[in-house]
């Protein structure tokens, strides 16, 4: 099975910008479809992108489209999250999730999660 690292979490001002990692372990990412979801205290997980196996289908939650990117390096073995025009509301515990049948937005169908790095946006 594959095991899921993210990093490159901080603190950033509103308008600024941050690069999350999730780097991947035991098993080349590139069969897999991965997503990433947000959750801020007290709320739900949030769907907030994902990538699908081959890297060239993104899809995106309309309050992060057009800000945020995702992208894939199979040889790095890694999926980036590229959060642009950071705002208050972007801040919480961001998790990548990786599944080789399921490409969608649901959170309960992805079988591999990592431990998440926090994002903090200071206004």
């Known amino acids: 099975q594959v095991q899921l690292v993210e990093s490159g979490g901080g603190l950033v001002q509103a308008g600024g910008s941050l690069r999350i990692s999730c780097a991947a372990s035991?098993?080349?990412?590139?069969?897999?479809?991965v997503g990433w979801f947000r959750q801020a205290p007290g709320r739900e997980r949030e769907f907030v992108g994902n990538i699908s196996v081959g890297g060239t289908i993104t899809y995106y939650a309309d309050s992060v489209k057009g800000r945020f990117t995702i992208s894939k390096d199979n040889a790095k073995n890694t999926v980036y999250l590229q959060m642009n025009r950071l705002k208050p509301e972007d801040a919480a515990l961001y998790y990548c999730?990786?599944?080789?049948?399921?490409?969608?937005?649901?959170?309960?169908?992805?079988?591999?999660w990592g431990q998440g790095t926090q994002v903090t946006v200071s206004s």
């Open positions: 999730a990786a599944d080789n049948a399921y490409y969608g937005s649901d959170p309960t169908k992805f079988a591999y």
């Open positions: 035991g098993r080349s990412i590139s069969p897999y479809n």
